[in-house]
C-alpha cells in the first residue's frame, strides 16, 4: 500500500507576526520556518501504519525551494520519497487541493495523511478539500486511527467528546494533537535524509477563487488595571466583575 | 436575485446555539444583498425548529431521516443535491467541527471559493468582505469570494444572534431514504458533564503557575462555581496535567468567552494568540512583568495559590 503525507513549511509560533509594506502578506524579517505542528502527527502514523501493514510512504509539499527543509525533516523521520510541487505564488485552498490530489493520484496512494490544519492560514481545509477532489473517504480532526484491512476506525475530537467513526480505503485522515508522540529524526535517518533526492516537478495550475484583499493586524488591547499584590485585592476583583463588567 | 441558505446545526434533537448565529448573520447578508434566504436541517425529530423564524428565517427545510441524527458522508451529498437544485449561490454554515468538516467538502463539490472560520462579513458594492483570524489571531485577513458560489462558515460566540422575535419558520419536511453512508459515525462519546473550552462563556485556564496536575481541582471548582470550562496552556499540556481538548492557543483552541481567567499562565505568544479576543480578561500571576498582563484587562500580582481559594469564597458569596 502507498501511503502519502502532506506537509506544509510554516512559521514558527513563538513567532511575532507583522504585515509587510503590500498590506496582503506578512513580513518575512526575523521569521524563522518550521515543518507544521500538526504534520509531525501525520507523519508519525503514517509511519506506524507502515510498519504494522507494510507499503511506502511519500511525503508531498506545495511550496518554493524553502518547502526542502521540512520535506527533509519527514525524510529524517523515516519517509521513504519526497516531493516537491513547486509553485512561489500565492494560492487559494481549493488551488492547494488540487495540485495535490493531482500527485495522490498519479502516486497512486490509497491512504492519505495532512496535519488537521496549518497554523499560519489556520483554514483547517486542505485535507477534506482534497478528499472530495479524489473521491476518497475522510475523516478530519482524528485522535485515534486504525486500520483492519479496508476498514478504518477513528476518534475524532468534536465539542465536548469524541465521535467514533468507521470508513473504507481510500481514505484521507487529517490528525490533531494526541493521535500520537511523534518520534525524534535520529542521526542516521538526518545523515540519509541528506543524501536522498526530493523530486521537483511543478505544481498543477489551478484558478484562484479567493482574493486576499488586505492583511492586518487585530486592533491592539490596551493594558489593563492592576488591582492588588495580595489578597485584599480579591473583593474589589470580584465586585468589578460583577457590578460594573456583570461577567459573573 | 441572490439566495442565500443557512445550514442549521443539531445536537440530539437540539438546534445549536451557533446555527441561531448563522440564522441571524444569513439573514442580515440577505437584506444587504438584496437576496432571499431559508435554512436547511439534517436530523429526525428536531426540536423546535421553526424557532429559527425568530431570526428571520421564513423557511426551512428538515431531511429526515433517523440515519442523519448523527454526521455521515450523507450529509454531503444531500446537500450538495439540494444547493444544486434550488440554486443556492451563498452557503453559511457555523464553524463547529461538524461544519469545519463539510463546509469545505460542499465548496470542492461546487468548484467555489470558500471562507472558513469568518469572524465579521460585511457588504460592500454588492460583494461581501470576510474578515478571519490567520496565525491563531496574530493577524487579521479580508478577503472575497469571486466564484459565481460561495460557502462561508462563521466562528462560534463571535456573530451576534440578538433577541428572536415571535416569527416562526414555516417547516417544509422532506422525508430521505438512505442507504448505508460511507463515512458514518457509530458512537459519541460524551465527556459527561464537562463544557467544551470552545463553546465555553466562561474559561478558566491555569499554567504552569499552578505547579502540579492536583491543584488543577481548585480550577476546576472555581469552573464549575461560575458554569465555565477550565483551559489550560501549552506548557501544562505537554507536561501531561490536562488533556489537549483544554488547550488554548496556537496549536489549541482559539477561544472568545465572555470571561477569561488566566491563572499561572506567564502569556506565550501563542497563548496570548488564542484567547486575546476574550471580552474580559482576568490575570493572576506573582511576576509583574509577565506578558499576560498586557493583554489582561484586570490583574492581581500575587501567588496564585494565595489569590485562588479567596477568590472562590468570594464567588460563593455573590452566587449565594
Given at each position: 500500500?502507498?501511503?502519502?503525507?502532506?506537509?506544509?513549511?510554516?512559521?514558527?509560533t513563538a513567532s511575532k507576526i507583522n504585515?509587510?509594506?503590500?498590506?496582503?502578506?506578512?513580513?518575512?524579517?526575523g521569521?524563522?520556518?518550521?515543518?507544521?505542528?500538526?504534520?509531525?502527527?501525520?507523519?508519525?502514523?503514517?509511519?506506524?501504519?507502515?510498519?504494522?501493514?507494510?507499503?511506502?510512504?511519500?511525503?508531498?509539499?506545495?511550496?518554493?525551494?524553502?518547502?526542502?527543509?521540512?520535506?527533509?525533516?519527514?525524510?529524517?523521520?523515516?519517509?521513504?520519497?519526497?516531493?516537491?510541487?513547486?509553485?512561489?505564488?500565492?494560492?487559494?485552498?481549493?488551488?492547494?487541493?488540487?495540485?495535490?490530489?493531482?500527485?495522490?493520484?498519479?502516486?497512486?496512494?490509497?491512504?492519505?495523511?495532512?496535519?488537521?490544519?496549518?497554523?499560519?492560514?489556520?483554514?483547517?481545509?486542505?485535507?477534506?478539500?482534497?478528499?472530495?477532489?479524489?473521491?476518497?473517504?475522510?475523516?478530519?480532526?482524528?485522535?485515534?486511527?486504525?486500520?483492519?484491512?479496508?476498514?478504518?476506525?477513528?476518534?475524532?475530537?468534536?465539542?465536548?467528546?469524541?465521535?467514533?467513526?468507521?470508513?473504507?480505503?481510500?481514505?484521507?485522515?487529517?490528525?490533531?494533537?494526541?493521535?500520537?508522540?511523534?518520534?525524534?529524526?535520529?542521526?542516521?535517518?538526518?545523515?540519509?535524509?541528506?543524501?536522498?533526492?526530493?523530486?521537483?516537478?511543478?505544481?498543477?495550475?489551478?484558478?484562484?477563487?479567493?482574493?486576499?484583499?488586505?492583511?492586518?493586524k487585530p486592533p491592539s488591547k490596551q493594558a489593563g488595571r492592576i488591582i492588588g499584590n495580595d489578597v485584599s485585592a480579591v473583593p474589589e476583583l470580584v465586585k468589578i466583575l460583577h457590578e460594573e463588567a456583570?461577567v459573573i | 436575485?441572490?439566495?442565500?441558505?443557512?445550514?442549521?446545526?443539531?445536537?440530539?434533537?437540539?438546534?445549536?446555539?451557533?446555527?441561531?448565529?448563522?440564522?441571524?448573520?444569513?439573514?442580515?447578508?440577505?437584506?444587504?444583498?438584496?437576496?432571499?434566504?431559508?435554512?436547511?436541517?439534517?436530523?429526525?425529530?428536531?426540536?423546535?425548529?421553526?424557532?429559527?423564524?425568530?431570526?428571520?428565517?421564513?423557511?426551512?427545510?428538515?431531511?429526515?431521516?433517523?440515519?442523519?441524527?448523527?454526521?455521515?458522508?450523507?450529509?454531503?451529498?444531500?446537500?450538495?443535491?439540494?444547493?444544486?437544485?434550488?440554486?443556492?449561490?451563498?452557503?453559511?454554515?457555523?464553524?463547529?467541527?461538524?461544519?469545519?468538516?463539510?463546509?469545505?467538502?460542499?465548496?470542492?463539490?461546487?468548484?467555489?471559493?470558500?471562507?472558513?472560520?469568518?469572524?465579521?462579513?460585511?457588504?460592500?458594492?454588492?460583494?461581501?468582505?470576510?474578515?478571519?483570524?490567520?496565525?491563531a489571531g496574530k493577524?487579521?485577513?479580508?478577503?472575497?469570494?469571486?466564484?459565481?458560489?460561495?460557502?462561508?462558515?462563521?466562528?462560534?460566540?463571535?456573530?451576534?444572534?440578538?433577541?428572536?422575535?415571535?416569527?416562526?419558520?414555516?417547516?417544509?419536511?422532506?422525508?430521505?431514504?438512505?442507504?448505508?453512508?460511507?463515512?458514518?459515525?457509530?458512537?459519541?462519546?460524551?465527556?459527561?458533564?464537562?463544557?467544551?473550552?470552545?463553546?465555553?462563556?466562561i474559561i478558566v485556564s491555569g499554567g504552569r503557575g499552578m505547579k502540579g496536575p492536583e491543584n488543577f481541582k481548585m480550577i476546576?471548582e472555581l469552573a464549575?462555581?461560575l458554569?465555565g470550562?477550565v483551559g489550560a496552556s501549552r506548557a501544562v499540556v505537554d507536561a501531561?496535567w490536562r488533556?489537549?481538548?483544554e488547550q488554548v492557543g496556537q496549536?489549541g483552541?482559539t477561544v472568545s468567552p465572555t470571561l477569561y481567567f488566566a491563572l499561572g499562565i506567564s502569556g506565550a505568544i501563542q497563548h496570548l494568540a488564542g484567547m486575546r479576543s476574550s471580552k474580559y480578561i482576568v490575570a493572576i500571576n506573582k511576576d509583574k512583568d509577565a506578558p499576560i498582563f498586557q493583554t489582561a484587562d484586570y490583574g492581581i500580582v500575587a501567588d496564585v495559590f494565595e489569590i485562588l481559594p479567596a477568590l472562590i469564597e468570594e464567588i460563593?458569596?455573590?452566587?449565594?
Amino acid at each position: 500500500m502507498k501511503i502519502a503525507v502532506c506537509v506544509s513549511h510554516v512559521p514558527d509560533t513563538a513567532s511575532k507576526i507583522n504585515i509587510a509594506s503590500n498590506g496582503k502578506n506578512i513580513d518575512q524579517s526575523g521569521i524563522t520556518y518550521i515543518i507544521n505542528p500538526y504534520d509531525e502527527f501525520a507523519i508519525e502514523e503514517a509511519l506506524k501504519t507502515k510498519e504494522k501493514h507494510g507499503g511506502e510512504t511519500v511525503a508531498i509539499s506545495l511550496g518554493s525551494d524553502a518547502n526542502k527543509e521540512t520535506l527533509r525533516k519527514a525524510l529524517a523521520m523515516g519517509i521513504d520519497n519526497a516531493v516537491l510541487l513547486k509553485d512561489d505564488k500565492y494560492r487559494d485552498s481549493l488551488s492547494v487541493a488540487k495540485a495535490l490530489a493531482e500527485e495522490i493520484k498519479s502516486q497512486n496512494a490509497e491512504l492519505v495523511f495532512f496535519g488537521k490544519q496549518s497554523v499560519d492560514f489556520d483554514n483547517s481545509v486542505v485535507g477534506q478539500l482534497t478528499s472530495e477532489l479524489l473521491g476518497y473517504n475522510c475523516i478530519s480532526v482524528v485522535v485515534s486511527f486504525s486500520l483492519d484491512g479496508n476498514k478504518i476506525i477513528c476518534e475524532r475530537e468534536i465539542e465536548g467528546g469524541k465521535e467514533v467513526v468507521e470508513t473504507t480505503l481510500p481514505a484521507i485522515i487529517t490528525a490533531q494533537k494526541g493521535l500520537n508522540e511523534p518520534r525524534y529524526a535520529s542521526l542516521k535517518g538526518i545523515m540519509a535524509a541528506k543524501k536522498k533526492e526530493i523530486l521537483e516537478k511543478p505544481a498543477l495550475e489551478a484558478e484562484n477563487f479567493v482574493e486576499v484583499i488586505s492583511m492586518k493586524k487585530p486592533p491592539s488591547k490596551q493594558a489593563g488595571r492592576i488591582i492588588g499584590n495580595d489578597v485584599s485585592a480579591v473583593p474589589e476583583l470580584v465586585k468589578i466583575l460583577h457590578e460594573e463588567a456583570k461577567v459573573i | 436575485m441572490t439566495k442565500i441558505l443557512a445550514f442549521i446545526e443539531q445536537r440530539n434533537g437540539q438546534i445549536k446555539k451557533s446555527s441561531f448565529e448563522v440564522a441571524k448573520t444569513a439573514f442580515d447578508l440577505s437584506n444587504k444583498l438584496n437576496a432571499s434566504v431559508e435554512a436547511i436541517c439534517f436530523g429526525n425529530e428536531i426540536n423546535n425548529l421553526e424557532s429559527v423564524g425568530g431570526y428571520g428565517i421564513s423557511k426551512v427545510t428538515l431531511l429526515k431521516n433517523p440515519l442523519l441524527e448523527n454526521y455521515s458522508s450523507h450529509y454531503l451529498s444531500l446537500l450538495v443535491d439540494f444547493i444544486n437544485q434550488n440554486n443556492f449561490d451563498v452557503i453559511v454554515f457555523s464553524a463547529t467541527s461538524l461544519g469545519k468538516d463539510l463546509s469545505p467538502k460542499v465548496s470542492a463539490k461546487l468548484n467555489c471559493g470558500l471562507a472558513i472560520d469568518c469572524i465579521d462579513l460585511q457588504v460592500t458594492d454588492d460583494s461581501i468582505i470576510a474578515t478571519r483570524p490567520i496565525y491563531a489571531g496574530k493577524a487579521l485577513l479580508d478577503i472575497k469570494i469571486n466564484s459565481p458560489k460561495k460557502v462561508f462558515s462563521l466562528r462560534p460566540n463571535v456573530f451576534n444572534a440578538g433577541i428572536p422575535n415571535e416569527n416562526k419558520a414555516e417547516v417544509n419536511i422532506l422525508n430521505v431514504e438512505l442507504d448505508s453512508p460511507k463515512v458514518k459515525v457509530i458512537e459519541v462519546k460524551k465527556s459527561e458533564g464537562k463544557i467544551d473550552v470552545a463553546e465555553a462563556d466562561i474559561i478558566v485556564s491555569g499554567g504552569r503557575g499552578m505547579k502540579g496536575p492536583e491543584n488543577f481541582k481548585m480550577i476546576e471548582e472555581l469552573a464549575e462555581l461560575l458554569g465555565g470550562a477550565v483551559g489550560a496552556s501549552r506548557a501544562v499540556v505537554d507536561a501531561g496535567w490536562r488533556p489537549h481538548s483544554e488547550q488554548v492557543g496556537q496549536t489549541g483552541k482559539t477561544v472568545s468567552p465572555t470571561l477569561y481567567f488566566a491563572l499561572g499562565i506567564s502569556g506565550a505568544i501563542q497563548h496570548l494568540a488564542g484567547m486575546r479576543s476574550s471580552k474580559y480578561i482576568v490575570a493572576i500571576n506573582k511576576d509583574k512583568d509577565a506578558p499576560i498582563f498586557q493583554t489582561a484587562d484586570y490583574g492581581i500580582v500575587a501567588d496564585v495559590f494565595e489569590i485562588l481559594p479567596a477568590l472562590i469564597e468570594e464567588i460563593k458569596k455573590i452566587k449565594q
